[in-house]
C-alpha cells in the first residue's frame, strides 16, 4: 500500500494561532521486559499519544526508519491532529496477542472525537478546538480495526517502515485529508512554515479592490488559489507560493493608480506541501504560452533549479529590464549571500531576494541575568562565544545554564539548524564529499547536550518548541516545567513565530551574534525571459521588481516594511538592503526596546550561500540523525560510516 502522508508543511501549527499541549501518557519503562504488549505501548505512545520523546526514540527502539519518523513529528506538530488525540486513548486488545519466535502482533482499540463532527459550522481553529471540547465520549469515533505487526530477531522486537506507515496512514490519513479542505475553504491557506504576509495595507490606505477565487483540489490534495489585482486590460500571472509576494503586489497597484489602470495581476498561490507548488512552476514554464507565469518567486530553499540547474534557462536577467542594475544594487548595499543565490551559471542577476535572513542568538534576559548578571548582548555574547566560528564558550555557558536549572535550548534540532546552515563548504566538491569544519563539530556538541540534558528534547516546530517560547516545555527526565534559555533565528523567527507564542515572556528577550554565523529562509523573485521580450509587460515587470528589491526611498517596499509601515502591528524585518536598515530604528518592544537590526545585519553579512547544493535536504537530515545516534551511543565511526554510505547511494565519492 502507498502511503499518503501530509508533508505538513501546510499543516503544521500556524504563526497566527497555536494552542498548548499537555504531555500524554508516558511509555513502558525501559527495564521492562520487552514483549508485544511492551512494544506495541511503545509505539502507541508515539503514533497515537503522539508523545514527542518518544517518536524520536522510535527508529533506535523498534527500527521504523528515520523517513517514518520524520513524518510522525510532522503529523505531532499540527494543531488540529493535537487538538483530536490528545482527547484520544487507546487499548490493546490483550486476547488478541500472538507471539512466535519470529513475529508478534496484536489488534489495537483507538477512541477518539469525532472530528469530521468537529468541522461542521467551525469557522477558525478555535471553533474546531471548542467543537472539540465540547464533545461527548459516548459521541466519540471508536476505531477497532487496527492491527500491529512486529518481528522479532534474537529477542528484539522491530517494526518496518511499511507496517508503521500502514498504521499511521489507516489513523491519520482520512483526518489530515478533511484538515487540508478546511484550511484550504476556511482558513485561507495559512501555512506555518511560509513567512505570513506582511504586506497588509495601513487602515488609512485606500485598497486596491481584489478578487479572490479558489480553483478545484488538485489530485494532490493541494488547492491553488487564484487572486487579481487591478482593473488593466493586460495580465501579468505571479506564481508563488505564499501570499507575501501578492500582498506586495496590492500594495504597489495601491500606490500606483496608473498601473492598476493599465494591468491585471494575477497572483496563484499555491503552499508547497509536497511540492506541490515547485510541480505546477515547473509544468507552467516548461509548458510555455499564455500559461506561462510572467513573475515567479522560489525560497532558498529550493530556489537553485531556477538559477542554476533544470529551470535556469526561463530566468531573464535583472539587466534585461532594470538600468544599471550594478550601481543600484551597490546603492542598495545588498547582503552579499542574497546576490550570490540569485546568480545564473554565468554569473548574471537572475532573482532577488527582499529580506536579510542573518540568524542571531535570541536569549532571555531574565535568565541571563540571574546567570551571567547581566543581561547586556555584549556581555551576553562574549558569554556564549557569540561570533567565534565554534561553540566551546556556548557548551561552557549550558553548564552554568544547567547549574541555576535551565536548558540551553528547546532542541538539539535549533543547533543543528545554525551549523546545516553556516558551513564555508558544502557538502559536495568536485564529486567528493566534504564535512565542513562546522558540520562535523555538531557531533560533538550533539552528544554534550544530548549526553547532559541541556536540551528540552521539544523537536523544532512542535506544540512543546512553541511552549518553550513561553517558559512552558518541560525538563525531558523529570517532567517538570524548566525554562529554556535561547533560540536561533533571523528576525522573521521574532515576528511571525515567537511574538505569537512568547505570552508573558514578551519583551524579555535579547539578541547577539550566534556562536557560528548562519542565514535562514528568504525568498527571490523571477522574471521569465519571455515576457520581458513584451515591452508592456516589461514595464511593470522593471517598476514592480526594482520597487521591491533595490528602491531604498521612504517610499519603497524595503524602507516600508522595515520602518513597520506595511500593516498596522507595526512589524520591522530586516529587509535586503543594508542602506535601508541603517536608516531605520530597528527597536523592537519584544526585545525589551533594543535594536536588533545592527545585529541581524551584522550577521546577514558574515553569512555564505557557498555551502548551498542540491544534496542538502538529504543529506543534512541523514548527517543530523547519524550525530543523535552518536549521542544516543552509536560510535562516531560508525554513524560517520553510515552517513558515507547515504551519500555513495547517491553517487557522491566517499
Known sequence: MGHRFKRISSLVLSFSMLVSLGACASSKEKQEEKNCITVANTFLDASVNLDSKTIKKLDKELGVGKQFVTELKEIAGNKYVKAVMEKASYEIDEKSVEESKKKASCSVIVTMPDYERAFDDAESFDDFKDNIAAQKE???????????EFKIKDGEYSMDSETAGDFIEDLYDDMLERITDFQGMIENYTDSNTIPTTTELPATTTEEPTTTTTEPTFDDGVTTQKESYGTGAIEIKLYTMSPEVAGMVKVFMTNNPDMSAKYTVTAMICQNTDKAYETRLNAALTAGGAGAPDIYVAESDYILPYTKGAFAQYAAPYSDFIDDLSGKMNNAELAKYTVELGMNNDGKTVALA???TGGAMIYSASIAKDVFGT????????AVGGGTGNWNKFLEACKKLNQKGYAAVADIDDIWNVCSRGSNTPWVVDGALNI???????????????????S?????WSTDWYDAMDGKSKDPKTGQIRKVFAFFGPA????????YNAGSTRGDWRVCQSPVSFWWGGSWIFANKDSVVDADKKEFISRFFEWVTLDTSDTGLQYMW????????????TVSSAKVLSMVDGSMDFLGGQNAFPIFLEAGNGASSSDVTEYDAV?????????????????KDQAIADFKEVCASMGIRV
Open 456 to 460: 528540552n528534547e521539544t523537536g523544532m
Open 492 to 499: 522573521w523567527l521574532i515576528n511571525y513565530s515567537m511574538a
Open 375 to 382: 543581561d547586556d548582548p555584549a556581555v551576553v555574547q562574549d
Open 562 to 573: 522595515a520602518a513597520g509601515l506595511l500593516n498596522d502591528a507595526g512589524t520591522k524585518d
Open 138 to 148: 459516548k459521541k466519540y469515533i471508536v476505531r477497532d480495526d487496527l492491527e500491529l
Open 619 to 635: 543529506l543534512n537530515s541523514e548527517f543530523a540523525y547519524q550525530a543523535e545516534s552518536f549521542a544516543l551511543g552509536k560510535t
Open 436 to 454: 565542513d569544519p562546522v558540520k562535523d563539530e555538531y557531533f560533538d556538541v550533539a552528544k554534550q547536550i544530548i549526553g547532559n540534558n541541556w
Open 354 to 356: 527582499y529580506q536579510n
